[in-house]
């Protein structure tokens, strides 16, 4: 996954970027009714390419690193919800069952985003796409 940005500052081999967050709204906020006003998204980024400040570069980011985290966070609650369900209804026949599963399935996604948190996203400068002289 690459994403454009601008180098703003840089600490020994890596580089701060600055990037413009993408919006939900197709890239046209003014017409958008959801107060979504861009703003840029900051990070650090190896800089093995030597990027100076002020340089508008490229980044890259491993894809399966991003969409891991983002498939916990919105996709497994939907399956423990469901899991939960279909366990507590139609194997136990019990509504307190139900509830205890859904319980358990919250607290074991609590533990699995806690997990998923310590992954660490690296980011590396690929290309300068423009400097700033």
């Known amino acids: 996954m690459t994403k454009q940005g601008r180098v703003i500052a840089l600490d020994g081999k890596k580089a701060y970027i600055a990037a413009v967050r993408q919006s ?3 890239e046209n906020c003014a017409h958008c009714k959801g107060n979504c006003a861009k703003s840029d998204i900051k ?3 190896e800089n093995k390419i030597g990027a100076k400040i002020g340089d508008e570069v490229l980044v890259f980011a491993e894809s399966k ?7 916990c ?6 399956i423990l919800v469901f899991v ?7 194997v136990f026949k019990n509504d307190l069952v139900t509830v205890l599963f859904f319980i ?15 992954i660490k996203i690296t980011h590396s400068v690929i290309k300068v796409v ?3 002289d």
Request: net charge positive; glycine share 6%; proline share 5%.
């Open 104 to 118: 358990l399935s919250l607290l074991l996604w609590t533990i699995v985003i806690k997990k998923v948190n310590k």
């Open 84 to 90: 939960s369900s279909y366990l507590g209804s139609f």
């Open 73 to 78: 966070l919105y996709i497994l609650p939907v």
């Open 43 to 45: 990070f650090y980024a």
């Open 24 to 26: 939900a709204c197709g």
């Open 65 to 71: 690193k991003i969409f891991l985290p983002m498939l």
């Open 130 to 132: 423009g400097r700033n």
